[in-house]
């Protein structure tokens, strides 16, 4: 499964308590061309939205995509499992 979906499965929002989530992976990225190329390649992140009360959370791709075979543990930690 993708660690957008995974990320949307298990979100609870802690605002409003709803477990309904939409996940963006985008790029912060810089003003010129040259540094949104180089951001691109290092700056990427998931934008975790409630989809009822709007409220946004933000975490690392690198770091999400990088915990091969362990997202699930780590979702437990952020979430709860
Ligand atoms: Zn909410």
Do not use: H
Request: aromatic share 12%.
């Amino acid at each position: 499964m993708k660690v957008e979906e995974e990320i949307a499965n298990r979100f609870k929002c802690p605002k409003c308590g709803v477990q309904r989530a939409k996940v963006k992976k985008l790029a912060m990225t810089g003003a010129s061309l040259l540094e949104r190329w180089a951001d691109w390649q290092r700056n990427k992140y998931y934008f975790v939205t409630c989809t009822n009360c709007g409220y946004t959370e933000v975490y690392d791709a690198e770091i999400l995509d990088g915990k091969k075979g362990g997202i699930e543990d780590l979702l437990d930690l952020i979430f709860g499992g």
